[in-house]
């Protein structure tokens, strides 16, 4: 009988699961945590630049328009690094999770890979073409899965790049105004 090499088999996958399992939630954790802090800090700069508002006579409209000017450059500059600094942690999270990912699918990989290799040895005539197929199939998905990863973070970076350009010109004005001031 053959079972005690198989529970254990099933004990080590059982084990592996449940430490990628705790892998995705360290990471998402971890994540949700930056995440949190990055909004506490982006509500404490709020509430400074709406309490920063200094009263000024209505007689001096240019001081009121420069003091606006300021705060609202001051407000644009920060939301602009509050969004680059969210976009940064997704772009780390998702990182980690393709980097986790691909540990187990080479790990899955190479444990079907062994399967085939005994499949081929044990099985009946013929079966070599299947494995062959098998193999190709595998190689073939995994190279897909390496490309979508690579294309999915080329394009994550390649909007965080678009969208800090286009706030670029905004921040200059604004910094512009400041100094005119």
């Known amino acids: ?6 529970v254990q088999k099933l004990t080590q996958t059982a084990a592996e699961n449940m430490q990628m399992f705790q892998s995705y939630a360290d990471i998402m954790l971890n994540a949700s945590e930056r995440l949190v802090s990055l909004n506490i800090e982006a509500a404490r700069m ?4 709406a309490s920063s508002n200094v009263p000024v006579s209505a007689d001096d409209f240019r001081a009121q328009l420069a003091s606006r000017a300021d705060v ?8 602009t690094k509050y969004f680059r600094d969210v976009n ?3 772009i780390q999270t998702q990182s ?3 980097e986790l990912n691909t540990r ?3 790990q899955i990989t190479e444990s079907v890979q062994a ?5 081929a040895r044990s099985g009946p005539t013929g079966t070599a073409d299947f494995v062959s197929a098998m ?10 899965y390496e490309s979508f990863v690579r294309t999915s973070r080329d394009v994550a970076e390649n909007n965080l790049a678009a969208a800090s350009n286009a706030m670029q010109p905004m921040v200059a004005a604004g910094k512009a105004a400041r100094k005119a001031a």
């Open 1 to 6: 009988m053959n079972t005690l090499p198989s």
């Open 104 to 106: 187990r699918l080479n």
């Open 115 to 119: 399967l085939l290799d005994n499949v």
């Open 46 to 49: 709020a509430c400074s630049l």
């Open 72 to 79: 609202q450059s001051e407000a644009l500059e920060q939301a």
């Open 135 to 144: 193999k190709t199939a595998m190689s073939n998905a995994t190279a897909a």
């Open 88 to 90: 940064d942690l997704c």
């Open 96 to 98: 980690e999770v393709s």
